[in-house]
Structure formats: C-alpha cells, structure tokens
C-alpha cells in the first residue's frame, strides 16, 4: 500500500474533475446531481464533457467528503465556503467545509471540503473511511 492519496483524473474540454477513491464516502451527491456524467456502471465512470462546466463545478462541491474536487481549463480551482462550518454528524463523523488545512500523516493538506473520523477507528485518518462506528450508516 502506498503512503499519500492517490487521485485519479478525469479531463474534459473545459473542466478536469478529480477522484479519490479512499475518501469516497458513498453519498452519492454526484450521482443524484447529474448522473449523466458520474454513472458507476461505466467507464471511466465519470465523463466531464457529459454538463457544462459550471454546472458540474456545482455538483461537485455537493461532494462532502472532498473525494472529488475539480480544476477549470482556465487555472480557477474551487474556492473555500466561507466563513468555515463544522457540524457533527449523528453516526459521529465531523463534516467540515471552508478554508482547511488539515494535518495528515503525510503532512498539511489544503482542502476545502472533508469528512473527519469521530471514532478514531479509520485506518485513513483523519479522515472517516467506514471503518468504524462514525463511518457506518444506521440501518433502518
């Protein structure tokens, strides 16, 4: 297993939208959002020439985990919400969105979005990868 995270690029004419699939919690915001371009069942799975830019920039910052993020053609990279919200979710992880810097056994990483573990049990932290408690959805 390899240390750092590992993004995967998908590149379109006006916008390259990157994955990580590590971090990737399953809300499935980007399927919902325009399953036109994120369909699981291809590949590649995710076809950014599939919306407009502007429009797919929008999804993807619905992406609470920061798993995807993307780059316009032009250099313009997402911009942090401000001011910086942390909400607890009820399963226990820490949902964190806005200008971040977070300390990661590969060093400080600028971010934007983030779901934190709130149980300590992620072999990803300090992120939450559903090993744990935090990370399980409740059934029923």
């Known amino acids: 297993m390899s240390s750092g995270m590992e993004k995967k690029?998908?590149?379109?004419q006006e916008i390259t939208v990157t994955f990580e699939a590590r971090r990737c919690l399953h809300a499935a915001e980007c399927v919902r959002g325009l399953p036109e371009v994120f369909d699981p069942g291809q590949r590649p799975w995710i076809r950014p020439?599939?919306?407009e830019a502007e429009r797919l920039a929008e999804v993807v910052r619905r992406c609470p985990s920061g798993a995807l993020q993307y780059e316009l053609v032009n250099g313009v990279a997402e911009t942090s919400e401000r001011p910086t919200r942390i909400t607890r979710i009820s399963i226990g992880q820490v949902v964190v969105r806005g200008e971040l810097s977070v300390d990661t056994p590969e060093g400080a990483l600028a971010e934007t979005r983030a779901v934190l573990c709130g149980c300590?049990?992620?072999?990803?932290?300090?992120y939450c990868d559903h090993a744990g408690p935090c990370g399980?959805?409740?059934q029923g």
């Open 9 to 12: 690029a998908y590149e379109g």
């Open 120 to 126: 300590g049990q992620s072999r990803l932290q300090p």
């Open 49 to 51: 020439d599939g919306a």
């Open 136 to 138: 399980r959805t409740p």
